[in-house]
């Protein structure tokens, strides 16, 4: 299995980037799915979360309001929509996929994806 994510870019404070998380091979358990970021200097932080079947999210307090974490059936791949953009934001960020059935900001990882650089100038 791989994940991959994309749609990440340069914008300015205020502005909006949509990501997408691709999934290829067979992946069985696939529960729930998560978004998280990393800035230089920094740990890996939980952004957001999305039990795959029934649309449950969760959110970091930093993102709530500005952020939205939605599945796309048709393409059957995870977005995140991040408006409101500001600097602190910058970070490259991962989709991931666990096999837990309940949402945590610690989840138990079994796929990373490849992240995708946010920039978000002042």
């Known amino acids: 299995v791989q994940l991959q994510a994309s749609g990440g870019g340069l914008v300015q404070a205020g502005g909006s980037l949509r990501l997408s998380c691709a999934a290829s091979?067979?992946?069985?358990?696939?529960?729930?799915m998560y978004w998280f970021r990393q800035a230089p200097g920094n740990g890996r932080e939980f952004v957001a979360g999305?039990?795959?079947?029934?649309?449950?999210?969760k959110y970091a307090d930093s993102v709530k309001g500005r952020f939205t974490i939605s599945r796309d059936y048709i393409e059957n791949t995870m977005s995140l929509q991040m408006t409101s953009l500001k600097p602190e934001d910058t970070a490259v960020y991962y989709c991931a996929a666990s096999r837990g059935v309940t949402l945590t900001t610690t989840p138990l990882v079994d796929y990373w994806g490849k992240g995708t650089q946010v920039t978000v100038s002042s």
């Open positions: 999305r039990i795959w079947s029934n649309g449950l999210t």
């Open positions: 091979g067979s992946f069985r358990g696939r529960n729930s």
